[in-house]
């Protein structure tokens, strides 16, 4: 069976740093590619950032150059260094898996989800 689990949400004010993390069990980082989404209230869930086997990245245009996605594969552990956060980055944020290794950031292409991390980002 397969768990994630997220932690490190909080909140900061505009321009502060979070750094989430994701658990897992029962998978194996090395062998699928990984994904940070967020949805915010009233709005779909939306791909940040995914790594895939070979550790290549994607981001989505409005985290670039300020969110760092990566992973330890020894600690099955997966992480999103967030920068320089503003308002509109307010959401619960969701770590998943897919069966596939390529890269990914398609909400609907990820097999496993982790129940979530809350991150405010204040003005």
């Known amino acids: 069976q397969v768990q994630l689990v997220e932690s490190g949400g909080g909140s900061v004010q505009a321009g502060g740093s979070l750094r989430l993390s994701c658990a897992a069990s029962?998978?194996?980082?090395?062998?699928?590619?990984m994904g940070w989404f967020r949805q915010a209230p009233g709005k779909e869930r939306e791909g940040v950032a995914a790594?895939?086997?070979?550790?290549?990245?994607s981001y989505t245009d409005a985290v670039k150059g300020r969110f760092i996605i990566s992973k330890d594969n020894a600690k099955n552990t997966l992480y999103l260094e967030m920068d320089s956060l503003k308002p509109e980055g307010t959401a619960m944020y969701y770590c998943?898996?897919?069966?596939?290794?390529?890269?990914?950031?398609?909400?609907?292409?990820?097999?496993?989800w982790g129940q979530g991390t809350q991150v405010t980002v204040s003005s």
């Open positions: 998943a898996a897919t069966v596939r290794w390529w890269l990914l950031l398609s909400p609907e292409e990820y097999d496993y």
């Open positions: 790594i895939d086997v070979n550790d290549s990245t």
């Open positions: 029962g998978i194996t980082y090395s062998s699928h590619c």
